[in-house]
C-alpha cells in the first residue's frame, strides 16, 4: 500500500491532462538531426525540491531536457548528457548550481561517514566515492563547465554555460 504521500501524488497524476499527446522521441529526433534543424538545449540541475528548472526558466514542454541530481554536478550527469546528445543533438547545456545548497552543508566525508555507518561491509568502496562536495558555488560552475568542455564524449561544438541560481532573489547570474 503505498504512503499517503505517493497516494496524494498518484492522486495528482490521475488529473492530469488525460489529452496529452507528446510527439515521439523518434520524430522530435529526426528533426533535431535533419540539416538546419534546431538543436536542443539541458540544462543540469540540483535535485533540491526548492530548485526546478521549469520554474526558474518558465520552460514550456519540451523546450529543454532536465538533468537534475544532488549538487546539480556534471561528473553525475555526464552518462545522461552523453545519451541526449548522441540522440537529440544538443547545442546548448546550462548548468545551474544554487545558493544554499545540501552539498555546501555536508562535505563528502560527512556523507561517507554517514554511509559507512549504514554499510560499514562498503567501507573500502566508499572511501572511494566522491559526493560532489561543493566548497564555493562560483567555483563549482566553472568546474562543472571544465569538466563538460574536456569530455571526449560530448560534441566539441557544444555551448557550454554555466549559472548561480540566487535561493532569495531567484535570478540567476551567468558565472565564466
Do not use: W
Not at 100 to 124: I, N, Q, W, Y
Amino acid at each position: 500500500m503505498p504512503s499517503d504521500k505517493v497516494s496524494s501524488l498518484l492522486e495528482r497524476n490521475r488529473n492530469f491532462n488525460v489529452a496529452l499527446a507528446p510527439p515521439y522521441a523518434a520524430d522530435i529526433s529526426r528533426k533535431l538531426h535533419s540539416p538546419g534543424g534546431p538543436r536542443g538545449t539541458v540544462i543540469i540541475s540540483c535535485s533540491d525540491p526548492r530548485v526546478i528548472p521549469e520554474q526558474y526558466f518558465n520552460l514550456g514542454r519540451g523546450e529543454a531536457a532536465v538533468i537534475r541530481n544532488a549538487g546539480g554536478r556534471a561528473s553525475d550527469a555526464i552518462r545522461s548528457l552523453a545519451a541526449l546528445d548522441a540522440i537529440a543533438n544538443i547545442g546548448t547545456v546550462i548548468i545551474v548550481h544554487h545558493t544554499d545548497c545540501g552539498m555546501t552543508h555536508m562535505p563528502d566525508a560527512g556523507v561517507r561517514k554517514m554511509l559507512k555507518e549504514r554499510a560499514p561491509e562498503l567501507s573500502e568502496e566508499i572511501d572511494g566515492m566522491q559526493f560532489g562536495e561543493i566548497t564555493d558555488v562560483d567555483e563549482s560552475i566553472r568546474e562543472d563547465v571544465a569538466f563538460l568542455r574536456k569530455s571526449p564524449l560530448l560534441s566539441r561544438d557544444l555551448d557550454i554555460l554555466g549559472y548561480s541560481l540566487d535561493m532569495h532573489s531567484g535570478r540567476l547570474t551567468e558565472v565564466e
